[in-house]
């Protein structure tokens, strides 16, 4: 059921992803990466009551939370708003450095935490934390800038595989 979801979720059929990754959860409530993508899914869909009410289960149910668990509880905290207790949910666990080994949370950490930082008008931590950001989004393999050579070649090699006598055939 979690490949499926995630493929419908991938392919842009929300209302079948959210299906199957709920079908994931009831048959192994104890697989955490079901629960996360369905997290995602609620809040970038805006689906804010779903994430609540999903988060509230968790919260209430499991006695390990994990980090990326409190980055949903954050992440909600601030599209409510609640922008003080989003960065106090932050600090307190400590999300940035617990992702510092994980590209995608680590991003998205960074993100909340200058939205949040500046709505709290802490203006110089907020530049301060987008510059972090983009200092290690600079560094990631897939943000290296293409070399031209690479692009000249590229065209140059479709040109003499895909010519008039080539295509007609």
Do not use: M, W
């Not at 709920?22 to 629960?35: G, M, T, V």
């Not at 999300?95 to 709505?119: D, M, P």
């Amino acid at each position: 059921y979690f490949l499926l979801g995630k493929y419908n979720n991938f392919t842009g059929k929300f209302h079948e992803a959210y299906k199957y990754y709920n079908k994931c959860i009831e048959n192994n409530s104890s697989f955490k990466e079901a629960h996360f993508e369905l997290l995602d899914l609620y809040e970038r869909t805006n689906r804010i009551e779903e994430l609540e009410k999903i988060l509230q289960i968790i919260f209430d149910t499991s006695n390990d939370i994990d980090p990326k668990t409190h980055y949903y509880k954050s992440l909600l905290l601030n599209r409510k708003n609640f922008y003080e207790k989003s960065q106090k949910i932050i600090d307190k666990n400590d999300l940035e450095s617990k992702f510092s080994e994980n590209k995608e949370y680590y991003i998205k950490i960074l993100n909340l935490k200058s939205k949040n930082l500046e709505k709290l008008k802490e203006y110089t931590n907020a530049i301060n934390t987008i510059k972090k950001r983009n200092i290690y989004l600079s560094k990631l393999q897939e943000y290296q800038p293409i070399k031209k050579e690479n692009i000249t070649n590229t065209v140059y090699n479709y040109k003499e595989i895909y010519t008039k006598k080539n295509l007609n055939h």
